[in-house]
Every structure is written in C-alpha cells, then in structure tokens.
C-alpha cells in the first residue's frame, strides 16, 4: 500500500551539514505523524525528531538547535536538514510515517523505509 525511501545520506567530517529527505507514494492515503529515527553500530533505535501532521515538532535532546525537521503534506514528503554534524550522529536514518489509508476500508497503519547511512567522520 505505501512505499517509504530515504535518501541524502553519506559521508561528511564533524562540523558539516546535511539534508535528509523522505518520499511516501501508494494508494490514497492520508499521512499523520512523521518522525526521523536512527540506529548506531551496537546500539538499538532511537528517535531524533517527529512532526505532526499539525506542524508541532519533537527534538531529541542531543540533537536541539542543530538539526530541524520539517514537512510538505501535499506531497508527504519528510525532511531533516541537519547542521554542526558530530561523530556521534553517525548511523543508519530512517523514515517513519503514520497513515490512513481511504480505500474500500479505512485503514491506518505505520511504515518505515530502509534507512539511509549518515557518517560523520572526526
């Protein structure tokens, strides 16, 4: 039903910036809260930073004030513009999206893509 892929990731030195993006596409449906997670090496998963679909915005602590996460809901579409990077920061990115789907049944599920590396070397 709904296809989620990231991209923007790659390879940066501490102190540089990148841009993350994530697309949605499917049958019709309806995106709600949308979120940044990621995953370091021996670490599990952790969230970095969610909106909803009204615009409010969530930062995990360590990442307040250098990155900024943002939407365009006409295309759901998800974005995560990243600044001061450090080598902490390095992981796998992934994109997750709530959503209703408006078919025969209404529907509503939860989706992740396959993630994007970031690495930030120091």
């Known amino acids: 039903q709904v296809q989620v892929v990231e991209s923007g990731g790659g390879l940066v030195q501490t102190g540089g910036s990148l841009r993350l993006s994530c697309a949605a596409s499917?049958?019709?449906?309806?995106?709600?809260?949308m979120a940044w997670y990621r995953q370091a090496p021996g670490k599990q998963r952790e969230l970095v930073a969610s909106i909803s679909k009204g615009g409010n915005t969530n930062y995990a602590d360590s990442v307040k004030g250098r990155f900024t996460i943002s939407r365009d809901n006409t295309k759901g579409t998800l974005y995560l513009q990243m600044s001061s990077l450090q080598p902490e920061d390095t992981g796998i990115y992934y994109c997750?999206?709530?959503?209703?789907?408006?078919?025969?049944?209404?529907?509503?599920?939860?989706?992740w893509g396959q993630g994007t590396q970031v690495t930030v070397s120091s």
């Open positions: 997750e999206a709530d959503w209703t789907y408006y078919g025969d049944n209404i529907e509503v599920g939860r989706d």
């Open positions: 499917g049958s019709i449906f309806s995106i709600n809260t």
